[in-house]
């Protein structure tokens, strides 16, 4: 069973900068789409980056430009560099998987809240 583990949430400053990171396990298989997603309160969850095994990326427009996302050597890992950071930001973060197609592994969540 594939398991995603999320980190690096926290409390940031307007303008500040934050990473999160995650790391997959409990599979036997390429995971060739991973990538972010988030949830604000009384808002859907929204698509914040994906990246495949072969380097294509999607970003979200509202974060292009301050956000990069990259994946490990190992391509079971992939982080998410947030700069910039706006109060709107504020959500909680998912890291979302497949082996192809829309993400069907999602890890717990973490917390990101940016402070005006």
């Known amino acids: 069973q594939v398991r995603l583990v999320e980190s690096g949430g926290g409390l940031v400053q307007a303008g500040g900068s934050l990473k999160l990171s995650c790391a997959a396990s409990?599979?036997?298989?390429?995971?060739?789409?991973m990538g972010w997603y988030r949830q604000a309160p009384g808002k859907e969850r929204e698509l914040v980056a994906l990246?495949?095994?072969?380097?294509?990326?999607n970003y979200a427009d509202f974060v292009k430009g301050r956000f990069t996302i990259s994946r490990g050597n190992a391509k079971n890992s992939v982080s998410l560099q947030m700069n910039s950071l706006k109060p709107e930001d504020t959500a909680v973060y998912y890291c979302a998987a497949a082996r192809w197609g829309n993400p069907n592994y999602w890890g717990q969540g973490t917390q990101v809240t940016v402070s005006s």
């Open positions: 990246m495949t095994t072969s380097g294509p990326t």
């Open positions: 409990g599979y036997g298989f390429v995971l060739n789409i």
